[in-house]
DNA sequence: CTAAGATAGACAATGTCGTTGTCCATATAG
DNA sequence: CTATATGGACAACGACATTGTCTATCTTAG
């Protein structure tokens, strides 16, 4: 194999190795029907796409999509949309206790993570590591339009 | 933010810088309809998945969605199917010229792209990052499971 | 103030891509 | 030879995205 086939999957892999320890966590953490999607829609929510519009925005689909995107949410008790009472067309979309306690515990999870690789490596790799990423990667890291990026 | 939810964005995002550079380029080299999905099945398809059923086991998805995945890249010229002389109710995947030229230029994308970030890294920095990452990932790189795995 | 345009959200039709279930032809094991 | 397993095709369905259209409401220009 090329060298350069093997960066990119290991970088991949190991996304998936923490997101998949995260999710075998949560579900014992009372979070089992959460999906590594959610966890990105919750975030953007937290961080202020309150509504279907701008959430599309920010997760790089259609309000339409982002719409039944928390609709489902709300199905599974992550969030609420209540009227705006300053602009009758909106319905703000707000997190639940249990929406909070997901990304809370996500919170807690991912810092045990990273705690583990850290004892795995040494603080110092890791770090470098993190370094490293962060000189190859965009400094907003908060472009969450992952969804449909792969097909 | 906490600390761990940064290095599992960034591992995405690395990945994310990766692929779509890769397919920028590949776009300019003759392959403008490649997805990222074809590549995993490109590479699958060259490793030995050559059947509609082995595909399917080797990406984690059905006989079915594998056999359409077939016909898609069929249709986009990168991979034919022949009958099998020693089992008749196999079709065997073959790739076509196009199908191993867009592995090779992948193949050759990824060298430079490599070469790209140990140029800005530096060998060492990079050689360690590839080190870490082969630490904490799974030996075999080839679980391509990687479709609807993420929904 | 009013008219024009932008925006939020709902609804419908459609496309893509995965699934399961069924079926047939063919290999393979007992 | 017969029973079972396997490869592939076809159909029905579900999840999830898309675009287009519609109404209600907000915002801005004149």
Chains 1, 2 share one sequence.
Do not use: C
């Amino acid at each position: 194999m090329s060298n350069g086939f093997e960066l990119p999957l290991r970088l991949l892999m190991a996304f998936r190795v923490l997101i998949d320890a995260l999710h075998e966590e949560l579900a014992e953490r009372g979070h089992p029907d959460m999906r590594p999607m959610h966890g990105f829609v919750l975030q953007a929510v937290a961080r202020g796409a309150d509504s279907a519009a701008s959430l599309g925005r920010t997760l790089g689909v259609s309000k339409q999509a982002a719409g039944k995107t928390i609709e489902t949410l709300e199905g599974l008790g992550y969030v609420t949309r209540v009227p705006d009472p300053a602009d009758s067309r909106r319905k703000t979309v707000v997190l639940t206790g249990r929406g909070t306690d997901a990304l809370r515990q996500s919170a807690e999870v991912f810092d045990e993570l990273r705690a583990r690789w850290a004892a795995e490596l040494g603080a110092g790799r890791l770090d470098d590591l993190e370094d490293t990423l962060r000189r190859m990667t965009p400094g907003d890291l908060f472009r969450l339009d992952v969804p449909g990026w792969f097909g």
